[in-house]
């Protein structure tokens, strides 16, 4: 256990970037053999962690064994999808796009949320910011429960379809589905149910919290517009990143790390304050714990 001093970002430093890639490179390459796959299939959303797992996979089975998956919605922010073809056309894999809008049509996810070009979720997000934008968004006192299931069910249903494709993708050209969600995202239940990120027959980007995953980008070479992006979801209007949503990724992380090392409540309230604590331990007990053990199984006598 570490020394209890006060938590800085030095604790979260990877000080061996180049050792951690090559046990990706092993990881990756035994799970692709003992699975019988011709290559890897990874949906992107230009973000840092998907672009960290197209960096692992292509250094551990070739550039041309690698297709990435970039599936924006007429929502997507361009930037993303910048960064989603910049990443794939400097490491050279494959890159499919395919936008699903018309599919959530069909399937009525764009009438769910008929408030989407109102304002009101900028409108919302900009309010949070004003008072500080460390709590949830969405949460059901501020907007009403029932506008809180809505975008649940708008955001939720781009990943899940998301995930469709990338099974879909994986069974054509028999291919590992490679996950993208890291361990922060893990621990507190903040990626959506049964999406894209979660999706995967192997997660390489899991062992790193949040911040790891923008240090280990900067030591592939990644540019720095992309390895220190905001996380943003791009899921929904006036939500800009994961940060307004769940609170800041750095103070997040450390708390985990407190967490994770045996701190107690009292340490990490001494440095971080009892709000900060209290919301990473509410989603670690909470929707993180209950994700972490899906699905659930009865143990039952017979």
């Not at 939720?156 to 996950?179: I, P």
Request: contains cysteine; charged residues 25%.
């Amino acid at each position: 256990m570490v020394t209890k001093t006060k938590l800085t970002e030095e604790v979260l430093r990877i000080k061996d970037p180049v050792g951690v890639v090559a046990q990706e490179k092993v990881f990756i390459q035994k799970e692709m053999a003992e699975a019988n796959r011709d290559g890897v299939v990874i949906a992107s959303g230009g973000g840092k962690d998907s672009s960290l797992a197209i960096c692992f996979s292509a250094a551990a089975v070739g550039a041309d064994k690698v297709l990435v998956l970039y599936l924006p919605t007429e929502e997507s922010k361009t930037i993303h999808g910048e960064h989603a073809r910049w990443v794939a056309q400097w490491l050279g894999v494959r890159l499919e796009t395919i936008d699903i809008t018309p599919v959530l049509r069909t399937m009525g996810v764009w009438d769910i949320l008929p408030e989407m070009n109102t304002g009101i979720f900028e409108a919302k997000a900009e309010a949070e910011r004003e008072i500080g934008g460390d709590a949830v968004i969405f949460r059901a006192r501020s907007t009403g429960q029932d506008l809180v299931g809505r975008g649940n069910a708008f955001a939720g249903s781009q990943h899940r379809l998301r995930a469709v494709y990338l099974s879909m993708f994986a069974d054509l050209e028999n291919r590992l589905m490679v996950g993208c969600a890291n361990y922060s995202e893990f621990r507190l239940g903040s990626s959506i149910l049964f999406g894209c990120d979660e999706l995967a027959e192997v997660m390489p980007v899991r062992p790193f919290y949040r911040t790891q995953v923008m240090q280990l980008l900067r030591s592939f070479g990644v540019p720095r517009e992309i390895s220190d992006k905001l996380s943003d979801p791009d899921v929904m209007l006036g939500v800009e990143s994961i940060d307004q949503m769940f609170g800041p990724s750095l103070e997040n992380d450390l708390i985990l790390y407190g967490l994770d090392h045996g701190f107690s409540r009292e340490e990490l309230e001494e440095q971080f304050g009892s709000d900060a604590v209290t919301r990473v331990t509410s989603l670690v007990n909470g929707a993180g714990k209950f994700k972490r053990g899906l699905p659930h199984i009865p143990v039952i006598n017979f």
